[in-house]
């Protein structure tokens, strides 16, 4: 298959279909954090020159769509602005036509309106996927099945609730302020991608 991931540096989706046999790409505005064959720019520019691929798996902005900024909008014009145009982007970027599509965001403005439409939205967590960690992620998907979780990773328990090694005891997230944690905190876990390679190689 030919695979485009979008909006993806780290080139860990990218890698799993590439170890599968699959001719996989990602693209970004940065350049890619591994080798591989990556395409450095606007993604709609990317595909109006190879318009041609069997899945698009893509990742949009999602610091002014995810539901735990979207109360900083309130009274703040210029912030709703952003989200309506990272909306928007996202929007013209599912548009694309190809048979097989998905897109990663958390839950938000993007997977609420994408509901609305009638899409089929998954939500998983990398402790189904081999990983100690918790992180709910949604997935929006055309031509796919939802994944299958592949190994499940129990939480310790603090007071009667689940918590994970990536999470304080108070369920906060461990990774602290940094220039790299937008990055750090956007990239995708290998366990996910690996199930995205092996289950939807042949969909």
Not at 174 to 193: D, F, H, N, Q, V
Request: net charge positive; glycine share 8%; proline share 7%.
């Amino acid at each position: 298959m030919r695979v485009l991931v979008a909006c993806e540096r780290s080139g860990v989706i990218r890698d799993a279909f590439s170890r599968r046999g699959h001719e996989a790409a990602s693209c970004d505005l940065f350049p890619s954090a591994t080798p591989g064959w990556h395409f450095q720019g606007d993604i709609f520019s990317v595909l109006l020159r190879v318009p041609e691929w069997d899945l698009i798996i893509s990742h949009p902005d999602c610091r002014y769509l995810s539901s735990s900024g979207l109360h900083h909008n309130y009274g703040n014009p210029e912030r709703q602005a952003k989200t309506d145009a990272a909306l928007d982007f996202a929007l013209r970027l599912w548009a694309h036509p190809v048979k097989r599509k998905a897109m990663e965001n958390p839950v938000g403005r993007l997977t609420r309106v994408m509901r609305e439409r009638g899409c089929l939205v998954q939500t998983i967590q990398p402790n189904q996927f081999g990983h100690d960690a918790s992180k709910a992620t949604c997935l929006v998907l055309e031509g796919l099945p939802e994944l299958v979780p592949t190994k499940h990773i129990a939480p310790r328990m603090v007071d009667g609730k689940p918590r994970w090694a990536n999470q304080t005891d108070s369920g906060q997230n461990r990774l602290g302020p940094s220039p790299e944690r937008a990055a750090l905190r956007a990239e995708t876990y290998r366990g996910i991608a690996d199930a995205m390679a092996e289950q939807w190689g042949t969909a």
